[in-house]
């Protein structure tokens, strides 16, 4: 079964370099969010999408962080002129509902930025 | 900021049950108690959740005090696959004025099953 699917697994970037992250969320999921994971902490909350709108990017930690999902399936998480520390797991998970149903979470794209 | 407080981490023996607490004394009526885990290099995986009966699956037991200030994630029979870190997560769970049912994770347990 086609659990969510993200991509690139892993990206070195060079600092100041625009990046790009999909994530396939599960087919028909109406919810889908992404998450910043550091290393060695937990993952904090970045934005939320039900279906294509963007109902909540409070935590995206500034304007070079762009998130969009046109059609309401496909989500791209960009990062535009990369600093060191965005370096981190960029996860994505989604939801068949909203609010009240479990969060299945791909295995996120590991991001280096030198 | 994460609503709960766990411990750090943890050791158990293969075989034996695993319990996990969690302190969530500031939880609020309308909220239930989530655990997550997740295993080295992978994302989160969702094991359980409950309002303030007991719930169990066919992977843990969750035990939440009567005040609700306070649960514990079973494990019955840990295996060496079972080494994770485990996240005790409060989250409201009804359609409200800015409720997204995000998730906010905090530091969670690292649980370390021996042989």
């Known amino acids: 079964g086609a659990g969510v699917s993200q991509s690139p697994r892993y990206k070195v970037a060079k600092r100041g370099q625009d990046v790009a992250l999909r994530c396939d969320p599960i087919?028909?999921?109406?919810?889908l969010f992404w998450y910043q994971q550091a290393l060695g902490q937990g993952p904090e909350f970045l934005t939320y999408?039900?279906?294509?709108?963007?109902?909540?990017k409070s935590g995206l930690p500034s304007d070079r962080f762009f998130a969009e999902r046109p059609e309401g399936s496909v989500s791209t998480l960009k990062i535009q002129r990369t600093q060191q520390e965005d370096s981190a797991v960029y996860l994505c998970a989604s939801s068949p509902g909203t609010v009240n149903t479990e969060a299945f979470f791909g295995q996120g794209t590991r991001l280096t930025v030198v | 900021d994460a609503k709960t407080t766990q411990p750090t981490s943890m050791d158990c023996a293969e075989g034996r049950a695993a319990n996990l607490p969690c302190n969530h004394s500031?939880?609020?009526?309308?909220?239930?108690v989530y655990w997550y885990r997740q295993i080295h290099s992978q994302g989160p995986q969702y094991i359980i959740h409950g309002l303030k009966n007991n719930e169990t699956n066919e992977m843990a037991s969750l035990i939440i005090t009567e005040d609700r200030k306070s649960s514990t994630l079973i494990l019955p029979h840990a295996t060496l696959r079972d080494t994770a870190v485990y996240y005790c997560i409060v989250r409201v769970n009804k359609r409200g004025a800015g409720n997204t049912g995000k998730l906010i994770f905090g530091q969670g347990t690292t649980l370390q099953v021996k042989p």
């Open positions: 999408f039900q279906n294509e709108a963007q109902l909540d």
């Open positions: 087919s028909g999921h109406v919810s």
């Open positions: 500031t939880i609020s009526g309308n909220e239930y």
